[in-house]
């Protein structure tokens, strides 16, 4: 089963365009190990989440008690359900391919995001694990992202330009697009750029973005492909002995919030 195919099994099965993103920061959690943490959030959420993201930042800052986490947390999660490798990597050929060779078989993600900025040779050892998801920084949800991404090149702004190179090199049907909840009109153009392409929406929640505008201008034709990604909301909703708790009731009020989304556009 290749990246889309789990993507959609489980997106179908949970009823869910919710992806959870497991970023522990021990200034926010309460006093518990990491994996313990990762492990209570999961299990409060898994019926309710198309994929889970953690961001390899998180771990990597503390170090090899970190990234021991991250190992035994992507084991954890149910074999049915993506969990998307939040890296951000790009580089030269030959130091790509040990990136994607780390992130995919040693750590075992089923999916990545990745820096386009070195061209289509940093991306391509990527690529080349055609049953593994890569999701390409397209329009990323920060506010500095402008600086670059909106930057006019001929005659269209970058990150279309970027789309529509990604678009190109979905030979193996694996690419996908990041594409902030922060930028509506940017995601809307996106997406008709790219109509069938998986597109992972972070920035709703903590960065403010819009949930419904999120699905309306993120899901394909058939109200899918969108994954909505929440971090601090989710797992950080209570810092007491009750986190798992609130985390559950926050990602199942994200679940219908975006459900009531998806069928208004039914309806239209």
Same mark, same amino acid.
């Given at each position: 089963m290749?990246?889309i ?7 179908? *099965? ?5 992806c959870v ?16 943490f990762?492990?209570?959030i999961?299990?409060?959420t898994?019926?309710?989440v ?13 170090g090899?008690?970190?990234l021991?986490?991250?190992?035994k947390?992507?084991?954890?999660v149910p074999k ?7 890296a ?7 130091t ?7 992130l995919?078989?040693t750590?075992?993600f089923?999916?990545?995001t990745?820096n386009p ?21 397209c329009k ?5 992202s ?5 930057a ?6 970058l ?7 990604a ?24 997406r008709?750029?790219c109509p069938?392409?998986?597109i ?6 903590? *960065? ?16 899918e492909?969108?994954?909505i990604n ?9 810092r007491?002995?009750?986190?798992a708790?609130?985390a559950?009731?926050q ?8 459900? *009531? ?8």
């Amino acid at each position: 089963m290749n990246f889309i195919e789990k993507l959609l099994n489980a997106s179908r *099965q949970s009823h869910s365009l919710v992806c959870v993103g497991l970023d522990p920061d021990p200034e926010l959690m309460p006093e518990v190990g990491v994996f313990e943490f990762n492990k209570a959030i999961i299990d409060a959420t898994a019926d309710l989440v198309c994929a889970y993201k953690p961001n390899l930042a998180f771990y990597e800052a503390l170090g090899l008690e970190g990234l021991t986490a991250l190992s035994k947390t992507v084991a954890y999660v149910p074999k049915t359900i993506p969990v998307i490798g939040d890296a951000k990597r790009g580089d030269i050929g030959n130091t790509a391919r040990a990136y994607a060779k780390a992130l995919f078989e040693t750590i075992a993600f089923d999916a990545v995001t990745v820096n386009p900025y070195l061209g289509y040779d940093s991306i391509e050892p990527f690529l080349a694990h055609r049953d593994r998801g890569v999701f390409i920084l397209c329009k990323t949800s920060n506010p500095g992202s402008s600086d670059f991404q909106t930057a006019i090149c001929g005659n269209r702004p970058l990150y279309e330009i970027v789309a529509q190179r990604a678009r190109d090199w979905n030979a193996s049907g694996n690419v996908g697009l990041v594409v902030g909840a922060t930028y509506p009109w940017e995601l809307k153009n996106v997406r008709a750029l790219c109509p069938d392409m998986p597109i992972l929406i972070p920035g709703v929640g903590a *960065q403010g973005g819009d949930v419904a505008a999120s699905v309306h201008n993120g899901v394909d034709a058939q109200g899918e492909k969108a994954i909505i990604n929440s971090s601090r909301q989710i797992i950080y909703a209570s810092r007491d002995k009750d986190f798992a708790v609130a985390a559950r009731k926050q990602a199942m009020k994200l679940r219908d919030q975006i459900n *009531q989304a998806r069928a208004g556009m039914k309806g239209e």
